[in-house]
């Protein structure tokens, strides 16, 4: 989309809201890694690209030479499936950190087949740790503990949180310095954002007064229909500048990288979706939000 300037025949790109796009430069090369950024993906609501922007983004970072850490958070193991590992098979997960003194996280970290991208990969057995952590002394810290012991490895760490508001994702959120919000441009996935923030802030007024909203990602995008301009519109209109520039548009790449077990910037690297990834890489890096 481009926008007419009223001076001349220049055109200036403009976001899907109207907004300028500013250009976001490649990001400058790192001359050292660590201490990581830890940002948490996080939607009470189920598919709305969760799990499909923490693979795609982490694969994003790394390609600009960062040193990315996944954290699969949701008892369904999909970023683990997703980045080819298979959860089931492995004796420890990240359910061994949460619930076991004396476990190693390095141990635990898996490498991917992406350069510069680790997984800390989760199963079904991380589903008991919900009702196991009750009964712990700061368990909503847990989590937190865990990644102190990698922090200094990595730049970007990527929660990948389940769809629920429980005490998993209330550990992601007090682990991280910000939370990226992936939002399905669709009117029901709208109605759920203002919970989850009243969520985040509770969570920064009681736990980690650090915590703040590092954007909101419109996913699932279809320029061509009414429904999901207006959705766009509304959460513009509602959130303002959170609303990142970087959309993802709906295509059956992602569902197509995610069986062939690889992130999209990879499996088609001159499609629509990884260039959007990629964009996204850079924005949230000339944001600040992103090392």
Known sequence: MTRQDPDGPTTHPTDPVGRPLPEFGDPVPLASHGPARIIALCNQKGGV???????????????????????????????????????????????????????????????????????????????????QLVGEVARESILARVLRGVEDDYDVVLV???????????????????????????????????LLVETIEKVRDRLNPRLEVDGILA????????????????????????????????????????????PITTYAPSHPGATAYLQLARELVARGDAA
């Not at 997960?93 to 350069?115: F, H, K, S, W």
């Not at 310095?177 to 992936?182: K, N």
């Not at 699932?220 to 959460?235: G, I, Y």
Request: glycine letters at 8%.
């Open 160 to 194: 990948d949180c389940q769809p629920s508001l429980g005490l998993l994702t209330v550990n992601a959120l007090t682990a991280a310095h910000g939370v990226l919000i992936p939002l399905e441009c669709e009117f029901f996935a709208l109605r759920g954002v203002a």
């Open 49 to 131: 690209g969760k799990t499909t922007t923490t693979i795609n983004l982490g694969a994003a970072l790394a390609a600009y030479g960062r040193r990315v850490l996944i954290v699969d958070f949701d008892p369904q193991g999909a970023a683990s499936v997703g980045l080819g590992i298979s959860p089931h098979e492995l004796d420890r997960t990240v359910y061994n950190l949460l619930m076991e003194r004396g476990v190693d996280v390095g141990e635990v970290i898996q490498e991917t087949a992406v350069p510069g991208l680790d997984l800390l990969p989760a199963n079904i057995d991380l589903s008991a740790a919900e009702v």
């Open 219 to 262: 996913t699932m995008h279809d320029p061509r229909t009414l429904h999901s301009r207006e959705v766009l519109a509304r959460v513009h209109e509602a959130f303002g500048d959170q609303l990142l520039h970087t959309v993802i548009g709906r295509t059956v790449k992602f569902p197509d990288s995610s069986v062939a077990a690889e």
